[in-house]
């Protein structure tokens, strides 16, 4: 069974980290790509970063370039997303996903992945 689970949301204040990690099972970890999407009240889910556990490539939203970083340890089937420099436009419910089997042109669209985690809540306040 495929499992995804985030964890590392909190409460902080805006310019602070904060540590997402993405705990991944039931799957040959390195033949997948990984995202991280967020979602505010009343907004639609946003793509923000997602890596290739294959090639180990990259790619950032351009609201989060700079800031974020997301990195993957293929020998504990965890993907990471480290969040500096926060504002409170971060502020939403965190998902981690796994990209459909044979990669995409387009690596930060929702309808790309297949399998998703529960979330975690990430709040900054001002």
């Known amino acids: 069974e495929v499992q995804l689970v985030e964890s590392g949301g909190g409460f902080v204040q805006a310019g602070e980290s904060l540590r997402l990690s993405c705990a991944a099972s039931g799957f040959t970890f390195d033949d997948y790509a990984i995202g991280w999407f967020r979602q505010a009240p009343g907004k639609e889910r946003e793509g923000v970063s997602c890596?290739?556990?294959?090639?180990?490539?990259?790619y950032y939203a351009d609201s989060v370039k700079g800031r974020f970083t997301i990195s993957s340890d293929n020998a504990k089937n965890t993907v990471y997303l480290q969040m500096n420099s926060l504002k409170p436009q971060d502020t939403a419910v965190y998902y981690c996903a796994r990209m459909k089997q044979g990669g995409s042109s387009w690596p930060l669209m929702w309808y790309e992945y297949d399998y998703w985690g529960q979330g975690t809540q990430v709040t900054v306040s001002s």
């Open positions: 890596i290739s556990n294959s090639d180990g490539r990259t």
